[in-house]
């Protein structure tokens, strides 16, 4: 298995950071003409326009709410072009929110449409689900959040305008910053402590047919997937001379099904080399700060809701009483008779029966051929 070096990731990305265009032209507008204004929002929305083309071109995954912010300054500016005297009543700040709310609701209805017809049609694999996810989530909560200050707004503009000229300008130049700095604070806490619980999760390396990583999944993702991802299984088989440790497995959903098998048998965790992968497993067996594993051969299993290149292994013990210091292990050696004696009964796991056969004819056949000569 090739090795490379694992880089600390985010899971997730900052959502509310697509607002960031919006946000500095209602900031400019402030501070600089109506002109200065429309034109600084029609390069921004053009230059986004073309970065996430670049990005669509290049692959990456798709940046939701930047694209809304792209639709957004663009459709504001060519309004103020084109319908300057029907919209001069209504701010640009009422015009740049409801502009947010029309692409919002787009990307977050129409383009799902749109996308389920494509994966219908053409079964195209739709990526990025979860982006897709944590947009349709903070996009709902903008929604709320911009209507409700929109209410606010138009309400006041019907009465209040004349009577509380501050109020109006704290209303349509400094509150709109304010609920998107309150919306971008929010989404950081929420950014942190999301990574922080995913980060305790299990997650296990993605694996090509070349054995190279690819990415990573948390572990109940990948169970959910099925079989579309590869991951690194090792199975240890202990030996004490000809003798095979093995116990009952209770969880139906793993390698082993509930069948009798290695009780040493899991996937590689992300970030984990195959010798640290063991000692941890191991850790206990024995007072020997290093115990002799040997890595066999690896194979590949599928199943309907797994896919798994197992590394097989196997650790020989100088005694039985050696496996009694693993805590939770309640298994016993098994001799070559009574293993033969139950194959094919559904009482060992389909891996163990295949591996058995291997053990078999390579090294149980060198300790009977020891143990015969031994005897004469």
Not at 231 to 260: D, F, M, T, W
Not at 279 to 294: F, I, N, Q
Request: hydrophobic share 45%; glycine share 4%.
């Amino acid at each position: 298995m090739k090795h490379k070096k694992i880089y600390k990731r985010r899971f997730l990305s900052l959502q509310t950071l697509g607002l960031l265009p919006g946000f500095i032209v209602m900031l400019a507008n402030n501070y600089i003409t109506e002109r200065e204004t429309v034109n600084l929002s029609l390069w921004i929305g053009i230059l986004l326009f073309f970065w996430l083309l670049f990005r669509k071109i290049k692959g990456l995954h798709p940046l939701h709410m930047f694209f809304a912010s792209a639709i957004t300054l663009v459709g504001f500016s060519f309004l103020k072009l084109y319908f300057y005297n029907s919209l001069f009543i209504a701010s640009n700040t009422v015009i740049i929110f409801i502009l947010y709310l029309i692409s919002l609701i787009s990307l977050r209805d129409v383009y799902p449409m749109i996308r389920n017809f494509l994966r219908r049609k053409f079964s195209r694999k739709i990526k990025n689900e979860t982006e897709v996810y944590e947009f349709n989530y903070i996009s709902k909560i903008l929604l709320y959040g911009f209507s409700l200050y929109l209410t606010i707004l138009i309400l006041f503009n019907v009465k209040g305008r004349e009577l509380y000229p501050e109020l109006f300008r704290f209303l349509n130049y400094y509150l709109n910053l304010i609920l998107i700095f309150i919306f971008f604070i929010y989404d950081i806490i929420r950014f942190i402590l999301l990574n922080k619980m995913l980060s305790k999760e299990t997650w296990l390396p993605i694996i090509d047919k070349n054995m190279n990583v690819t990415g990573c999944i948390e572990e109940q993702a990948s169970l959910e997937a099925g079989k579309k991802y590869t991951h690194l299984h090792v199975r240890i088989i202990a030996l004490c001379g000809s003798k095979i440790y093995l116990q009952k497995n209770n969880n139906p959903l793993s390698i082993s099904e509930a069948a009798v098998d290695t009780p040493f048998s899991y996937d590689l965790k992300y970030g984990e080399s195959v010798e640290e992968s063991i000692d941890r497993v191991l850790s206990g067996l024995s007072e020997s700060p290093h115990l002799a594993v040997r890595q066999l051969l690896k194979t590949k299993y599928e199943k309907e809701n797994m896919s798994r290149i197992i590394l097989f292994c196997v650790l020989n013990v100088k005694n039985e009483d050696e496996m009694e210091r693993i805590a939770n292990l309640k298994g016993w050696f098994w001799n070559n008779s009574h293993i033969e004696d139950n194959l094919n009964h559904h009482i060992f796991s389909e891996c163990f029966e295949q591996e058995f056969e291997f053990l078999k004819n390579t090294i149980l056949l060198a300790y009977q051929y020891k143990a015969e000569n031994t005897i004469k």
